[in-house]
């Protein structure tokens, strides 16, 4: 099976940019033709994906200002956000044992909250879009 996509004209959010999948999936979409909203924690490793239709917002994916301020950057620059991908990750290997209650919560801080803080902030953007394209019946969320 060979599926082509064009991602022309399309503006694609990705959280986790700088590394792993993340990188990945904004180089590969960069590739299709879109624009991509790189967001991630590690400013030296966004530094080194500057190509067209790349935009870089260090952002902690646990601070929730952060993420509306990176998100609401997107829009002013870009006029839409298409899709997402919310890849930001953190995992310390790290005995269970000895692993502090700092340590946990920063986990649940990334791994967690940081997608609820996306999809908090991405689904009336989304949404907005559905509602262009004629999916206004679509259930709430």
Known sequence: MNVSYDFSGRTVLVAGAASGIGRALSTECMDLGATV?????????????????????????????????AVDDTLARTGRIDAAVLSSAIQKRTPIETLSDDEWQRHLDVNLCGVFYYL???FPVLRRNWVRCGLSNLPKI
């Open 37 to 69: 909203s790189a967001i991630d924690i590690d400013a030296e490793a966004l530094g080194t994906m500057q190509r067209d239709r790349c935009l870089t917002h260090v952002a902690d994916v646990a601070d929730s200002g952060a993420v509306r301020r």
């Open 120 to 122: 908090r902030e991405l």
